[in-house]
């Protein structure tokens, strides 16, 4: 990927990205940055919002008990759907 001209903040965080996926690879650069946590936390949120944009609650503590148990559903399908690696020697 071409250098940007570094005329703005985001050019020169941009270019400075390239520089480092280039000099140390693109595997370094991820786990270094924290890459994949970042978008596997985005997407949990996703998951989050797609079981309902609005909250049904309207007192506090049992909107803090609907959003908790929300999350326990989405952990309990993510656990579901994770498979089990078992090493075979």
Same mark, same amino acid.
């Not at 989050?48 to 959003?67: F, M, N, V």
């Given at each position: +990927?071409?250098?940007?001209?570094?005329?703005?903040? *985001?050019?020169?965080? #941009?270019?400075? %990205? !390239?520089?480092? %996926? /280039?000099? &140390?690879?693109?595997?370094?650069?991820k786990?270094? %940055?924290? &890459?994949h $946590? /970042?978008? #596997? @936390?985005e997407?949990? +949120?996703?998951? !989050?919002? =797609?079981?309902?944009?609005? @909250? *049904?609650? /309207?007192d506090? =503590?049992?909107? %803090? $008990?609907?959003?908790?148990?929300?999350?326990? !559903? +989405?952990? /309990?399908?993510? $656990? !579901?759907?994770t498979?089990?690696?078992?090493?075979? $020697?």
């Amino acid at each position: +990927m071409p250098a940007w001209k570094e005329d703005c903040p *985001a050019a020169i965080a #941009r270019n400075e %990205t !390239l520089r480092a %996926t /280039r000099h &140390y690879g693109r595997a370094f650069w991820k786990r270094w %940055t924290g &890459y994949h $946590a /970042r978008s #596997r @936390i985005e997407a949990k +949120m996703r998951c !989050l919002k =797609d079981s309902g944009e609005r @909250i *049904a609650a /309207r007192d506090p =503590d049992r909107q %803090t $008990a609907e959003i908790q148990i929300r999350i326990a !559903l +989405m952990n /309990r399908f993510s $656990a !579901l759907g994770t498979a089990e690696i078992v090493r075979v $020697a």
